[in-house]
């Protein structure tokens, strides 16, 4: 009757711990599923925090920093 319960016991708890790595599974996948997907330039750099660019064009006003700096475009003919 001992031996019995023992593995009783034993089974429980593989199973408990079974399902605790199934959840953890779970949550891993749901959270890589629900990252932001981000292009190539976002993940390259955050070039608006290059000190070395000249002017502001194209970089939100939020992350356009201290240093002043020209607000315009300058288009390239060719």
Do not use: W
């Not at 330039?41 to 955050?46: A, F, V, Y």
Request: with cysteine; glycine share 2%; hydrophobic share 35%.
């Amino acid at each position: 009757m001992n031996f019995h319960f023992t593995n009783v016991v034993i089974i429980t708890a593989l199973l408990l711990i079974a399902q605790q790595v199934m959840a953890v599974e779970s949550i891993k996948q749901t959270t890589y599923f629900q990252q932001v997907v981000k292009t190539a330039k976002e993940r390259l750099g955050k070039k608006y925090a290059d000190n070395q660019r000249v002017n502001n064009c194209k970089v939100p006003i939020e992350k356009r920093g201290f240093k002043p700096r020209p607000d315009q475009c300058h288009k390239i003919k060719h």
